[in-house]
């Protein structure tokens, strides 16, 4: 039985409509990357024809999406705070306790880099979204314990370590004077204080929660 034009017509539309919301998706997507890579080199100030030529996309492209720079400030803020928080996850499945726990930590670097590069922008946002903050806050504490916790559980960090100090020790990096090597400086830190939480590890380690 022939199958009607309007019938092929309506199938070729849905076709060309599904393909076009991929390829924005995909723009969309690809803006988000860039942001968080050139807002971590170049801070709020960056530009955003700056950041759709290294997308590959117009100006035009980036607006349609993010009508504002607080707008897609907020999406990469909450994009870096969820790939930190399932990074928690993933980390753990492959790698040592201790492992996982420093590989994190170095990607709470790259994480506080971006967050500095926006702090302009994320006080605006904190005035309008109060809650856009303790919502991801909570998650990166609770990411950083369980991370902690399964490495004194393990015995592969010192049994007297609490996961809110190692997270303070962490956040000092956000004061950090910035400056050109402030990213060398910050992973060097984090080797240190990994060298200071794997010293003593399993003398009299106590199980997480004791």
Not at 79 to 87: F, I, K, M, P
Not at 104 to 133: C, E, H, P
Request: a neutral charge.
């Amino acid at each position: 039985m022939a199958v009607e034009p309007s019938v092929i017509a309506e199938t070729k539309n849905a076709v060309e409509t599904k393909r076009l919301r991929a390829d924005a998706q995909r723009n969309r997507d690809r803006l988000v990357e860039v942001a968080a890579a050139v807002f971590a080199e170049r801070g709020i100030d960056a530009s955003l024809e700056e950041i759709a030529r290294r997308a590959g996309v117009g100006i035009g492209t980036l607006y349609r999406h993010f009508p504002t720079r607080e707008h897609l400030v907020e999406v990469v803020y909450r994009r870096e705070a969820e790939g930190l928080c399932a990074a928690a996850g993933e980390l753990a499945e492959k790698h040592p306790s201790d492992v996982a726990l420093e590989q994190w930590m170095q990607r709470f670097v790259d994480y506080i880099a971006t967050k500095r590069g926006l702090a302009t922008s994320l006080r605006i946002l904190l005035t309008t979204n109060s809650t856009l903050f303790s919502d991801t806050s909570g998650r990166v504490s609770q990411a950083l314990r369980q991370l902690v916790e399964a490495a004194v559980a393990d015995g592969t960090i010192r049994g007297d370590v609490d996961a809110s100090d190692v997270l303070h020790a962490l956040s000092g990096i956000y004061s950090a004077p910035d400056t050109p090597e402030w990213r060398d400086r910050s992973r060097r830190l984090v080797k240190l204080l990994m060298d200071g939480l794997r010293f003593g590890a399993g003398k009299g380690a106590k199980k997480a929660g004791e």
